[in-house]
């Protein structure tokens, strides 16, 4: 047995916090993600009542354990504002790293973060430097590198300590100020040396821990690196007779978060094996296996392989090389209800079949399609579940809360991890094959709980990276418009939602978003500006639009006369619309043909005028209008008719005009100075 083994300081900490809990608290009590990484100790706290969840949103009340790996900033005010009590069992050496991060970050130094990218704790201390911390995983992703200005390293606490050096002596050589901060937890230092010294004194070396610990799979790794074979095991069922044919001395050791009653009962079963150390014992093992196979070649528990001869009603007729076909019962063909057994089966399909009964009552061998899809089905759950790889199934049933999903067993797929939003009608996804993630695994009690958001995260994290890196600034782009607000809209263009600001969506005025798209509308925009550190692109959609003000000169030539709309009042005058996108300005001096000392005088919001045009710039996107000019035309030419159909001789006669025509001439000039 390794000299240093089993649980840490931190890992003890965190599990004596949440039973404490559990036995003082009265309402729920959560933990977000698993307390600790390793799948027995999770179980036994959730049959003391402990619950793990993935996301917040799926709770509203009660106590929030935090666990040993920590959590970012954001996640705690998130907390704190839904009124959730909170017990923060982060290990004090996880601790240690984030404060160290913050004050880096705090003090414009870019933090490095020597680790594994995947893993909540590193996750964690990204979050404590507001999202800055840059992260490595060996030295070659160190010397790839950039960084301007002085850096700050830090390391994932179960990080070994040879590859945190290698880390930091790669980045003092590119000539940067580089300030170490070596946040190993000493008890992982001290495991992994009495882990690698304990390796180099046997002939085989037993792991014992999480598949999913970090911790633990270092262990195994810095073993196996010694040269000694070395196997990863979870608990003594695990352990296999012929990894010790031959073995003199067999090594022991535990990662961190392994609890003593584990590490007890391997050491028990090794101790069985110690019998077994010639290769005949292990052969007459294994032809007694084979015998024993042959001899319940068609007995209860067997899987065999099958061809479908018949589909029927309720059951369907398999020929596995028997004395005469095995029936399939349709509550035996799948883990979820079927409407129609040949959604599943067709004759002429090889199928796997589980041996329920060599003989029924009549005779008849009874099999299992669904029970030897299970026993594939939890092989490749667990090992997705350590991978992380997604998984396909075919959604069965729409349930409170979520989606059945049969993936060799049936999966429950929470509704609030369906989509990467609220999906209200969770019925479109029936029949439908998905990808999700497991995210947990419990074989004894049947439980697999998926995330399809997850995997939806993930590629659109991809997407949205790939997109704006080849995103450049005046491109046209096609996308959906996804939310409106009151200052825009929100618009998808292929896994990055870029902001049309309501300025940018018309060339004339509006007041809402809705007045030119809506949700689920298809437009093209131009990209205007590109914020690739912040993930920000602002949009615009009458970029794309034809300007009205191109051919505003053909449409409006000086001294025509016009219809507008009067669109609002000035002090110094009113704007009236020509057309959508093109307003014009009638001087308070152009109202009337008098004086007027305010224009609503005159006129009035919403009303259609008559006015004529005095001139254009549409440089500038200025018409100067008039409504008076319109009115002395009109009077000139009720005048003109009047006279031509009454000749007479004025030559003697002095006109009103004759008299004061200089001073209009006079007030036209100095409204020309004013508006130049």
């Given amino acids: 047995m390794a000299s240093k083994a089993g649980f840490c300081f931190g890992v003890k900490r965190a599990i004596d916090l949440a039973r404490a809990t559990l036995d003082n608290k009265e309402g729920p009590v959560y933990s977000l993600g698993p307390l600790i990484h390793n799948p027995q100790v999770v179980s036994y706290l959730a049959q003391m009542g402990l619950e793990k969840i993935h996301d917040l949103g799926e709770i509203e009340e009660g106590t929030l354990v935090i666990r040993s790996h920590g959590v970012g900033p954001a996640l705690l005010e998130t907390a704190r504002e839904k009124g959730l009590d909170i017990v923060d069992a982060t290990c004090p050496y996880v601790r240690r790293a984030q404060d160290l991060a913050r004050q880096l970050a705090g003090e ?101 821990g999480g598949k999913n610990s970090a911790n633990t799979r270092k262990l195994a790794s810095l073993c196996h690196a010694s040269g000694t074979r070395t196997y990863h095991i979870e608990e003594a069922g695990q352990l296999d007779p012929a990894w010790f044919q031959g073995v003199k001395v067999a090594g022991l050791t535990a990662g961190a978060s392994t609890p003593d009653w584990i590490i007890e009962e391997v050491m028990r079963r090794m101790s069985e094996f110690e019998g077994i150390n010639s290769s005949e014992e292990v052969n007459n093992i294994e032809e007694g296996m084979k015998e024993a196979v042959e001899v319940k070649a068609v007995r209860h528990g067997d899987i065999l392989t099958g061809t479908v001869v018949h589909v029927g009603m309720d059951e369907v007729m398999v020929d596995v090389g028997a004395k005469s076909e095995g029936i399939i019962p349709a509550r035996e063909l799948s883990c979820c209800e079927v409407t129609s057994l040949e959604d599943i089966v067709k004759v002429g399909d090889e199928i796997e079949v589980y041996v329920l009964k060599a003989e029924d009552n009549e005779g008849k061998l009874i099999l299992s399609k669904e029970k030897a899809d299970a026993e594939k089905a939890w092989v490749k759950l667990e090992e997705a579940l350590n991978t ?96 409106l607000t009151q200052f825009g809209a929100f618009v998808d263009i292929g896994g990055v939602d870029g902001l049309l600001h309501i300025s940018e969506m018309s060339w004339h005025r509006i007041n809402h978003p809705s007045e030119v798209v809506n949700v689920g509308d298809e437009i093209e925009v131009m990209v205007l500006k590109i914020d690739r550190e912040n993930e920000k692109i602002s949009l615009g959609l009458k970029q794309v639009l034809p300007n009205p003000w191109d051919t505003v000169a053909e449409k409006y030539p000086v001294g025509s006369i016009v219809k507008a709309k009067v669109v609002r009042l000035a002090p110094f005058g009113a704007f009236v619309q020509l057309e959508p996108g093109v307003e014009g300005l009638v001087h308070i001096s152009h109202l009337a043909d008098r004086h007027v000392a305010k224009p609503d005088e005159v006129v009035s919001e919403g009303e259609e005028v008559n006015v004529k045009v005095l001139s254009v710039d549409p440089a500038e996107k200025r018409i100067r209008l008039s409504i008076r000019e319109v009115a002395r035309e009109k009077q000139s030419k009720e005048f003109q008719d009047y006279s031509n159909s009454k000749p007479q001789d004025n030559s003697d006669v002095v006109t009103i005009g004759d008299m004061v025509g200089d001073l209009f001439e006079k007030k036209d000039n100095d409204e020309k100075k004013d508006n130049e």
């Fill in 388 to 483: 992380q790889e997604p998984v396909e199934g075919t959604v069965r049933e729409v349930v409170k809360g979520g989606l059945l999903v049969d993936v060799g067993v049936r999966a429950f797929l929470p509704a609030s991890l369906v989509d990467m939003g609220y999906v209200e009608d969770l019925s479109k996804y029936l029949g439908q094959v998905i990808k999700a993630r497991v995210i947990e695994l419990n074989r004894s009690r049947k439980k697999v709980i998926l995330s399809r958001k997850a995997v939806l995260e993930e590629e659109y994290a991809r997407r949205r990276e790939e997109l704006l890196a080849s995103l450049q600034e005046n491109q046209v782009v096609k996308g959906v418009v996804r939310r």
């Fill in 108 to 208: 414009n130094i870019q933090v490095v973060v020597v680790g594994d990218k995947a893993h909540p704790e590193v996750q964690g201390i990204i979050g404590w430097t507001s999202g800055k911390a840059m992260v490595v995983e060996n030295p070659e992703e160190a010397a790839e590198l950039t960084v301007a200005g002085p850096i700050g390293v830090v390391a994932q606490t179960t990080q070994p300590q040879e590859n945190f050096d290698k880390v930091v002596d790669i980045l003092r050589k590119t000539g940067a100020e580089v300030r170490v901060c070596n946040t190993i937890c000493n008890a992982t230092a001290e495991r992994q040396k009495a882990a690698l010294d304990l390796a180099r004194q046997v002939d085989v070396m037993v792991v014992v």
